[in-house]
């Protein structure tokens, strides 16, 4: 019965952090850029004997890959990334990746976004122009242009995110491994006057939200009925008194 219970219990923790990821998604389902987080599990086999027994695996979490849906904007200073592929920007915490296009212009002329974060070029500097130097134009390759002239280089950045990551201010990410320039890759482009919205299908989240939500109950309530079984067999072989 105690391996019962501690199966069950592994399933609790695992549902448990399904539970906050699903709930963290459904709450930036109208994010800029959000990605969702999903959730892998494995099964664990412990060293029972005489029989091996399957726990749950915590779990390891990872970045959906589909992308949101593009909406127009007009704004010279929203930007959407086309293919896998990140904005790099500068935040108190460190460089940081990004698919929340929506930038703006400092008094100096510095790129940052809503938060005032410096958005970075392929170099990892910070991207400086002139905000009194006529109209911004921004191609493909995220070459912008100023008076028909290339002032700066919009940074387009890929990762792996296998080796973990952390969260930063909703839609950006942290990566564990260093991310990288992209370079070569005629799948990944900037388009101007976009901004991709979050990926997050809120209909499905909250479908997996209840039936994880009520998986989690029916557990608690096995492990109850083992606990009631295991007092009772415990009353019943010491003899009641």
């Given amino acids: 019965m105690q391996t019962g219970l501690y199966v069950a219990l592994s399933s609790q923790m695992a549902l448990e952090k399904r539970l906050?990821?699903?709930?963290?998604?459904i709450a930036n389902a109208n994010t800029v850029g959000f990605r969702s987080t999903e959730v892998k599990f494995d099964q664990v086999l412990g060293d029972t004997k005489p029989t091996r027994v399957s726990y749950v695996s915590e779990g390891e979490e990872y970045l959906s890959t589909s992308n949101g849906a593009l909406a127009r904007t007009g704004s010279a200073l929203d930007f959407a990334v086309k293919g896998d592929a990140w904005f790099n920007i500068d935040t108190p915490g460190g460089p940081a990746?990004?698919?929340?296009?929506?930038?703006?212009?400092?008094?100096?002329?510095?790129?940052?976004?809503?938060?005032?974060?410096?958005?970075?070029?392929?170099?990892?500097?910070?991207?400086?122009?002139n905000g009194g130097a006529g109209e911004i134009t921004v191609g493909a390759d995220g070459a912008i242009h100023q008076n028909g002239v290339q002032v700066a280089l919009l940074g387009l950045y890929e990762a792996d995110f296998s080796s973990g990551f952390v969260r930063y201010d909703n839609s950006a990410v942290m990566p564990a491994a260093q991310p990288e320039p992209v370079v070569d890759r005629f799948d990944v482009g900037v388009m101007q006057g976009f901004l991709e919205e979050s990926n997050v299908n809120a209909v499905q989240e909250m479908t997996q939200l209840i039936m994880v939500t009520r998986a989690f109950d029916n557990v608690t309530a096995l492990m109850r009925d083992s606990e009631g079984s295991?007092?009772?067999?415990?009353?019943?072989?010491?003899?009641?008194?």
């Fill in 20 to 25: 906050n990821t699903l709930a963290d998604n």
């Fill in 97 to 129: 990746l990004t698919r929340d296009g929506r930038f703006t212009l400092t008094e100096t002329g510095e790129l940052v976004t809503l938060k005032g974060y410096p958005v970075l070029d392929a170099g990892g500097a910070p991207i400086q122009l």
């Fill in 230 to 241: 295991l007092e009772e067999a415990i009353k019943a072989l010491g003899g009641e008194r």
